[in-house]
């Protein structure tokens, strides 16, 4: 007869099956496919599922969808290998997003740096000049240089007419101007701010 201690140290040895963690997904409304490609690496089903209980459905749900569009199967070893070593630099990863630290565009480029064993997703984004101008103060100098720019002036009126179609033009001579580091949400907001103001 086994003794309940040697019968942990078994199951903690045994890895867990594909159903655990399709029902501790279930919040995540991963798509079938997601879930499928995910369960192919045990590694990689474990590192979701870290991330899930450290960082929450949020980072987990994204870090499943990176995964999945960045992976292929020739990666799926250093992969499952990055994710099983160091979990916390993808939960981190996403909170960043979370945060309008970054953009979706930039996060996935420094997800598929963190594969090849990069240290920080911060680190990562200094050094590419990544991080995303979330502040009002530092943004609204140059949303105010747009709205005043000459070529600018049909949109501005066109936008006060209730054209709101125009404001994907502002926003995008703002992107321009910040070198694409500005939150394209935040200078939206800015922009029409600023000009019911006047």
């Known amino acids: 007869m086994l003794s309940d201690d040697v019968i942990a140290e078994i199951q903690a040895t045994v890895p867990a099956l594909p159903s655990f963690y399709r029902q501790q997904w279930q919040p995540l409304q991963l798509d079938s496919t997601v879930v499928n490609a995910l369960l192919a690496s045990q590694e990689i089903a474990k590192g979701i599922q870290y991330i899930f209980e450290k960082g929450g459905e949020n980072a987990a749900r994204r870090n499943a969808q990176w995964f999945v569009s960045s992976v292929g199967s020739d990666d799926s070893g250093s992969a499952a290998t990055a994710i099983q070593f160091l979990p916390e630099r993808f939960v981190e990863l996403a909170r960043m997003v979370d945060a309008s630290e970054l953009s979706s565009t930039a996060a996935k480029a420094i997800f598929s740096e963190l594969l090849t064993g990069a240290a920080s997703p911060r680190q990562v984004a200094e050094d590419k000049n990544l991080l995303q101008v979330s ?34 033009f502002l926003v995008g001579k703002v992107m321009k101007k910040s070198h694409g580091k500005a939150n394209p949400e935040l200078a939206q907001k800015l922009i029409r701010e600023r000009i019911i103001q006047n």
Do not use: F, Q
């Open 135 to 168: 502040d009002d103060a530092a943004l609204l100098p140059i949303v105010d240089e747009v709205l005043a720019d000459a070529a600018s002036t049909k949109a501005v009126e066109d936008l006060k007419n209730g054209n709101d179609k125009v404001i994907g």
